[in-house]
């Protein structure tokens, strides 16, 4: 499956990642900041379709992202989720079988993809983040990695048939270290998931002077 998967990723970078390039005139800063290796929970702000796409050809490395199940559901999106290794959450997608898929790939040391608003934003305003990748971090320790997507909500907005090739900027902010916690108190899930917020709407301000 892991080897599926990173051909998979391979093939994206290859195919799509000159074209967006050069299509959506693609910045990207900060791509140290994700590990060359080891696990970590990449979070990023949601506005487009366009959000994972642009993120899998920036961090150089297989991403597995968390998505909807309904959107993992629909038959225009299903095959290619599936062959990217996008894990369904929520629904019938079944809650054991997501966390243990969830936990084999922070086991395995591989990039995980979070977007903790919850959905895709309908006005192009970052929403108010979820608390479950704080959770995951507290957990198992793992490193956030921040990520702001500038200009995918012009591109390719929820509801648009076809996307306009507008200037889009990926910046990658620098890890927050977490201390792995058997039981994290909420005071501390809270505390956290306002500081990862906080770390990606800072990115958006460097962003848009890029």
Known sequence: ??????????????????????????????RENVPRTGAAILVANHASFLDPILIGICARRPVR???????????RLHLALRWLGAIPVGGDAGSIRSFRRIGDVIKNGSLLGI??????????????????????????????????LDGTFAALPRYAKWPRFVPVTVR??????????????SDEIAELSESLRSAVAALAVKARRL
């Open 172 to 185: 990658i902010g620098n890890p927050i270290p977490v201390t792995a916690r058997r039981n994290p108190s």
């Open 65 to 75: 992202f968390l998505v909807a199940n309904d959107f993992y559901r629909d038959p």
């Open 1 to 30: 499956m892991a080897d599926a998967i990173d051909v998979a990723f391979l093939s994206l970078r290859v195919v799509f990642g000159p074209a967006f390039t050069v299509a959506f005139r693609l910045k990207t800063s900060g």
């Open 115 to 148: 977007f903790p608003e919850g959905g895709i934003t309908r006005d192009g305003a970052m929403k108010p983040f979820r608390a479950g990748a704080a959770v995951l971090a507290l957990r198992t320790g793992v490193p956030l990695v921040p990520i702001y």
